[in-house]
């Protein structure tokens, strides 16, 4: 199997910056894209960036310009830098990742998620 695991989030203050790490382990022959996503508290979860394989990525209009994702393709690990972070930004920060297995297929996988929270 596969497991995806997210570090760093926390508390910080309105303008402030986090940066998120999630680590994709287990039965891994490649990863093709990764990306982050958030859902807010009775909200939708919804993309917040993504990169593909070979260094494309894509942000999600609200924050472009502040969040910079990036990848190191020989840790299985993706990363989101994000500044200038907002008040409505709080929410539970998820990884994700679309995995090719060793000898078993492709996969959609998911991180448990970690709390940002944006607060004075």
């Known amino acids: 199997q596969v497991q995806l695991v997210e570090s760093g989030g926390g508390l910080v203050q309105p303008g402030g910056s986090l940066r998120l790490s999630c680590a994709a382990s287990g039965s891994i022959f490649s990863i093709n894209a990764m990306g982050w996503y958030r859902q807010a508290p009775g909200k939708q979860r919804e993309l917040v960036a993504a990169i593909t394989s070979g260094g494309s990525t894509n942000y999600a209009d609200s924050v472009k310009g502040r969040f910079t994702i990036s990848r190191d393709n020989a840790k299985n690990t993706v990363y989101l830098q994000m500044n200038s972070l907002k008040t409505e930004e709080t929410a539970v920060y998820y990884c994700?990742?679309?995995?090719?297995?060793?000898?078993?297929?492709?996969?959609?996988?998911w991180g448990q998620g970690t709390q940002v929270t944006v607060s004075s």
């Open positions: 994700n990742a679309d995995v090719w297995r060793l000898y078993s297929g492709r996969g959609d996988y």
